[in-house]
């Protein structure tokens, strides 16, 4: 008799060992300024290193919020014994009034439709239990997060059909493909429950346009399904034009107290925003009282440490702090994503004009030997192994265009930064110069022409290594 | 079309509205020594409030820990970013050398195989998506924990056989009662994949028998199915005898490195002997390598916070502290059981022979009117709104006797404890008048016999209000 579930041993089928070649490579040479400057540069970590000084300060400031001490005295009793799934009240509240600083103060969180979990890995995987059932299917637009494939779908037996997008339109979304999407769920037998999408998005690190989420809104009323609208990255908008939420077009359209709003909802975490993956805070929002009833007690699963809600409550409730933390992690984003996109171009490389997030999408097609994401592979493996970049392949996030990648930039130093450009300068010179001994240019057109699309919709793609990172 | 799914909406079906009721009222009338002397005693939360002074002290004289500090440094930024699923070494270190030590240092836990978890609540439900495909079923003594329905069953599709034990033996597990359960499951067509005790039990407050150890580690041998201990309560055992854990039996089995050790699975938390259910730590120990690397993984949906992996890394190493705190929380949880035996006496109320967990199992079968569950709901609302103190009827943990109730100790003062035993007193001696006129004895014992077995195998019950308790 089967001893293990299938959950656990069907795992061994959906690991891409290639994938794991670049973790596995980076962690047996990790690049160190002093200790090992010919090492691996971890571009793969979309984390925020950027604003850490101004928590410290913070923290050294009050020191009460670690302490666990309010006004001197210790409340320690108090939070080791809350475990309320209702969350502590007061960082609720501080937790609805950030998200609506970061919405420019245009919309309002009740912080009663809050329901907290354990990093937005937890509150999706918590979204799906209460609005899929095992085969039912969400949307989602491509190229997308590779850990969506294990919170969306592992434990809850959903399922992921994608919205193809294409850098024909810089990636956008477009009614035809939603559609087509739809369309392929009901070829294939699934129920659609819904569309999930990430806004500013990642791996594109571009905001979702008015026009896009109106589609969807106009979609997602249509078809009488959800929209789940993770805004993980809404705090690291760092360009002119201002955020726009899901939450923004629902009042625009006037449809904040309808049956659609019912339908919507926004699941965040501090992880990015603030750079605090360690301490493990989502966070589903969500207008319909069922949803937040059953996710409020699946939160069960996933609490927030009381120590850890108790000093981000202090954090968060601290306005000065906030507006001018949001204020110069902006600044420091715009700054360090400029860094990145001058040296890429020092280099012969662009990418998609973004505004947010902490990586840029980086078209590396001219540097395929074949239009192919086998091509692909084997331009990543040198960049692992003989640049010494560990960057994401858009294969990994499901796109369905060979040549992407996604390079972050808010995890290193600027003088580290400035290696990596350098590295990689001098590899698409060197191989410039070997590509133009050895192939014509009018063959190399030829073959950029040649599309293959891998069958991907089912495949889990992460092994042991991968960090629970986005 | 169904728009939520049936974890959503089969919810509302579950709910229990007198156990509801008892909850409600003692938030409506909470009792308070100063401000509402007359106001409801909690009696039905397993919470460990006797030692807190202790760790108190600790943090005092080490604020590094919650201060986010090593060295007097800080290391803040290192734990914002320490994500990994593997956890924090140290802590893991650490923890498993408080778990040595709880069993006298007589069996060894090895970090590599514990994976963190949010609490027990969320190890229990990663075990079962680990072990249990949806409809495969577990076997669990009765009377168990209330939310184990919810833990085990809710999210993972599994069910839940009860092994029924009676007073007869003092709810020993008995052999006839094991296969009767497996056979039971049969007849109810689900494949059995386990058996899952707890022990010490909840609401038992007993330890396990090595008879009884013995004769189910024998048992999941024959069978070829898993045991899961969850031994959460392990560090609360006050009595002469000491624990004897799954993993004591396994060794003086030699059965350590067989291959029925690779199906035995201890469950663990910090919220019972620490006191500390707000800061989520659960852990799962697995000698089986596949479980422990899936479940590290599930453990992506609940992760137990850096701020408070480091806090009680620093707590649990402090060899000093430990081997103080298990020695003192002894002491006092044995002088408070005491109390509590002490004023049900008093009260003509005897209970179940117990020398560890948070609350005694208290007969209160010859206040029932009759034998049956109606009585004992009838009794236990007259306990909650005349005698004013929550506890909980002996069928919300699936006990096939009726009159039967857990009552807690640890988590109220002294003072608090006498009044409530003071309230019965009365309450007993006004009833035992009133039933003396009314009733002869002969017809007393006549209704003793009459027994109902409520057909509870399937009923999910617990509500909005009940909080993540045990």
């Known amino acids: 008799m089967k001893q293990l579930s299938t959950k656990v041993t069907s795992n061994g ?56 001490k309010k006004d001197g005295q ?39 439709k809050i329901v907290l979990a354990a990093g937005s890995t937890s509150a999706n995987e918590t979204l799906m239990f209460c609005l899929a059932e095992p085969g039912d299917a969400f949307l989602l637009p491509t190229p997308y997060y590779p850990g969506f494939d294990r919170d969306l779908k592992w434990r809850t037996g959903a399922e992921i059909v994608p919205i193809h997008c294409t ?29 999930l999408v990430t806004n500013p998005s990642n791996p594109l690190g571009t905001m979702l346009t008015r026009r896009e989420i109106n589609l969807l809104v106009d979609f997602i009323s249509s078809k009488n399904i959800h929209l789940i609208s993770d805004e993980i990255y809404s705090g690291t908008v760092f360009g002119f034009e201002q955020f726009v939420s899901v939450m923004d077009v629902l009042k625009d359209k006037n449809l904040e107290n309808s049956e659609v709003s019912k339908r919507v909802h926004v699941v965040y975490s501090l992880s990015k925003d603030l750079g605090l993956p360690g301490f493990r805070v989502g966070a589903i929002y969500s207008n319909d009282e069922m ?20 000093l981000l409550s202090a954090l968060l409730s601290d306005k000065k702090f906030t507006s001018k933390y949001l204020d110069e992690n902006q600044k420091r984003l715009k700054i360090r994503q400029k860094q990145l996109v001058s040296g890429l171009e020092a280099a012969g490389v662009t990418c998609l004009k973004s505004n947010a997030g902490l990586f840029c999408w980086v078209d590396m097609r001219h540097l395929l030997d074949t239009n192919t994401f086998e091509a692909e592979l084997e331009l990543w493996k040198k960049i692992v192994y003989e640049v010494k970049l560990n960057i994401s392949p858009g294969s990994s996030c499901h796109c369905t265009e060979p040549g992407w990648f996604r390079v972050c930039f808010a995890n290193m130093s600027e003088d580290t930064l400035d290696l990596a450009m350098k590295r990689l300068k001098e590899y698409v010179e060197s191989t410039d110069s070997r590509r133009m001994i050895s192939k014509s240019s009018h063959e190399r057109i030829k073959s950029l022409r040649k599309r293959t699309v891998s069958n991907w919709v089912f495949r889990v793609s992460w092994t042991d290594r991968v960090p629970d990172e986005r």
């Not at 024909?168 to 819904?194: H, R």
């Not at 949803?291 to 108790?310: C, D, E, N, P, W």
């Open 13 to 68: 089928h959906g690991q891409d060992s290639s994938y794991f070649l670049g973790w596995e490579e980076y962690e047996k040479n990790p690049y160190d300024e002093i200790k090992n400057p010919d090492g691996i540069i971890q571009m793969g970590l979309a984390e925020n290193q950027l604003c850490f000084d101004l928590i410290e300060t913070w923290l050294a400031k009050n020191p009460d919020a670690a302490g666990l």
């Open 74 to 112: 210790s409340i320690f009793k108090e939070l080791a014994l809350f475990q309320d799934y209702h969350g502590l009240p007061e960082f609720k509240k501080a937790l609805a009034e950030f998200m609506e600083e970061i919405r420019g103060n245009r919309v309002t969180f009740d912080p009663s």
């Open 167 to 195: 850098s024909s339109n810089g990636f956008q979304i477009t009614e035809s493909a939603l559609q087509q999407a739809y369309q392929q769920a009901q070829k294939l037998d699934l129920k659609v429950k819904g569309v």
């Open 291 to 310: 949803v937040v009833s059953a996710a409020t007690k699946m939160s069960s699963f996933g609490l927030v440490s009381s120590q850890t809600q108790y």
